[in-house]
């Protein structure tokens, strides 16, 4: 029985997969694997404990054997793993990660392959991960290439999807020029379906119970025709020549499938169903939909245009939005004009207004701020790899011990995977460190971008960009009697006292008609005990030392205690 470093025998499981997609079509099947891996084991001397298979796809995990069989590795019942490939054991990164940990904890010797052999060392780990991983590669490009090759199809005309019933895809031609051809059994009776919803004379289900128990109509798996289905017939342009590809895009294409009915019957059903003709795209876009919900029922908020006619000739376009009352609870809820909820966000956005002077002075103090908190992450920086330095000392002793055999297994096990995990956590925080510090110096400056002339950037921008701007202000959106109620986020809260101290400081120092001179503000800005929040500010009660309110919300926590003096800048 083969060995590894250890002298415990190593117990195997043989483990075979084949699915049926195209991934695996040049694979060995499922009992052609297992008689190989067994040749494999007869002929290097080692015994087999068990022997697992599966028909189920790696690109994702959920295989319940091969979930189970990683679950008795974890519990010790079996320690190594005879497959063909790797790629049987894992196309995806979370099943290579349990596979990677298995060995790191020491529960997973062997892996077997016929051209390799994996042990628990550095060289065999990467290996291993970069032969799954290329397995993932392989099918994350091929889904790239089949969805190109679907477009192009759609592209010429060929609906790149099964057929509906009334047709068949044409299986004689090569892949890729397959086309949809009529199905000789059952085109003829799709329309007579149409024929007789045409007539007006038979509902949708008389017409499904007529052609199942008068017409003999069987769909292709040998079922009679559903309510489902007689709806989708009924109602998919398809049948009228035309496809919608991808599904949901909006994009239509006119395909060469022979069509069962013309568009104007399409549309004369559609119209007799309650619903609108052919689709067409959306001429109307809003805002502010899907973004405000009702402070009464709950409902979101939509908008419909209007259009008055006045009696001297006069004609006036309005926008309402309004309750959609679709959660069956009543609403007293009166519309309101767009423009009147337009006028309620420019108001809530002047109170957090900045002059396009004062970001440029405040991006300058954030950076000088910043040079002087890198001392602290300095510090923690170095302290930080002391720790892990220890870390790899403490896994390197374990293992001279477990060599030495001045430890069991079992306690070595525990001990270094003890070791592995605080090594892991001193890893992330050395990540977070350096990390985190441009993350609150890059939002703070974006906090400030979004407050300078945030009123005339609404008034002036289109609808994708008042979109945007209403949801960075706030959330909770409500509208409660024709008013918007806002939830604004939190580093607008400081902001807001900040705009107000800043407009006021230009309104005591710039005369009329005077253009303004950011260097004449620049002084009283570094001196204001609101703006930065010094020893004699009580904004929001906290300490003063400097400090600038709207960053020390967005500082992670271990940089609050520090900050420039209002003498630096």
């Known amino acids: 029985m083969t060995m590894n470093n250890d002298t415990k025998p190593v117990h195997y499981v043989l483990y075979a997969r084949k699915s049926s997609e195209s991934e695996d079509r040049q694979v060995l099947s499922i009992d052609s694997q297992i008689d190989e891996l067994k040749a494999l084991a007869l002929r290097n001397e080692f015994t087999i404990a068990e022997t697992r298979f599966e028909a189920h796809s790696a690109k994702a995990p959920g295989r319940p054997v091969f979930n189970l069989m990683l679950d008795d590795i974890e519990r010790g019942k079996v320690d190594g793993i005879v497959v063909w490939h790797p790629d049987r054991l894992s ?153 919608e590809y991808p599904v949901g895009s909006g994009i239509w294409h006119k395909g060469i499938h022979e069509p069962i009915i013309t568009e104007a019957e399409y549309d004369r059903i559609q119209r007799m169903l309650g619903r609108s003709g052919k689709p067409r795209p959306q001429t109307h876009y809003f805002a502010f939909t899907a973004m405000i919900k009702c402070a009464e029922c709950g409902a979101y908020i939509t908008a419909e245009e209007k259009t008055k006619h006045q009696k001297n000739g006069n004609v006036h376009h309005y926008t309402y939005y309004r309750c959609t009352k679709r959660k069956g609870l009543p609403c007293s809820q009166m519309p309101i004009t767009e423009k009147k909820l337009a006028d309620q966000i420019e108001e809530r956005l002047r109170t957090i207004d900045l002059p396009k002077g004062f970001k440029t002075w405040g991006v300058r ?180 030392n400097g400090s600038f309110p709207v960053a020390e919300i967005l500082k992670p926590r271990g940089f609050r205690e520090r900050g420039a003096s209002t003498s630096d800048v």
């Open 91 to 243: 196309r995806n990164s979370m099943d290579t990660g349990r596979l990677i940990y298995l060995f790191d904890l020491g529960k997973l010797r062997e892996i077997v392959t016929p051209g390799q052999i994996f042990r628990n060392t550095p060289n065999d780990k990467f290996l291993l991960n970069l032969l799954c991983s290329q397995a993932k590669l392989e099918n994350d490009n091929k889904s790239i290439n089949i969805k190109r090759g679907l477009k192009a199809k759609a592209d010429r005309g060929i609906y790149p999807a099964p057929a509906p019933v009334g047709y068949l895809n044409d299986r004689a031609t090569e892949r890729g020029s397959r086309i949809i051809r009529k199905d000789p059994e059952r085109f003829a009776l799709v329309r007579r379906i149409f024929d007789t919803m045409l007539e007006g004379i038979y509902a949708p289900l008389q017409i499904m119970r007529m052609a199942n128990r008068d017409w003999g109509f069987t769909m292709p798996n040998g079922k009679k025709l559903s309510r489902s289905t007689i709806y989708v017939i009924l109602t998919r342009p398809f049948y009228c020549g035309r496809f």
């Open 365 to 544: 103090w954030l950076e000088k701020t910043d040079q002087q908190t890198t001392g602290y992450t300095a510090e923690a920086l170095t302290n930080y790899e002391k720790e892990l330095k220890q870390c790899d000392e403490k896994i390197d002793a374990l293992i001279d011990m477990r060599a030495a055999q001045e430890i069991t297994q079992d306690e070595f096990t525990r001990r270094r995977a003890a070791a592995t995990a605080e090594k892991h956590r001193v890893e992330g925080l050395i990540a977070e460190t350096e990390d985190r510090k441009k993350k609150w110096l890059t939002k703070a400056d974006e906090i400030l971008d979004f407050a300078t002339a945030a009123p005339k950037k609404f008034a002036k921008g289109d609808i994708e960009t008042r979109k945007k701007m209403l949801r960075k202000l706030g959330s909770n959106l409500l509208l409660n009697d024709r008013t918007l109620v806002i939830s604004m986020e939190k580093p607008f809260v400081p902001l807001k006292i900040i705009a107000a101290e800043v407009k006021s400081i230009h309104k005591r120092l710039e005369p009329p008609e005077t253009s303004e001179k950011s260097e004449d503000y620049e002084p009283l800005y570094a001196q204001n005990p609101v703006v930065l929040r010094g020893q004699d500010s009580d904004w929001e009660g906290g300490r003063g």
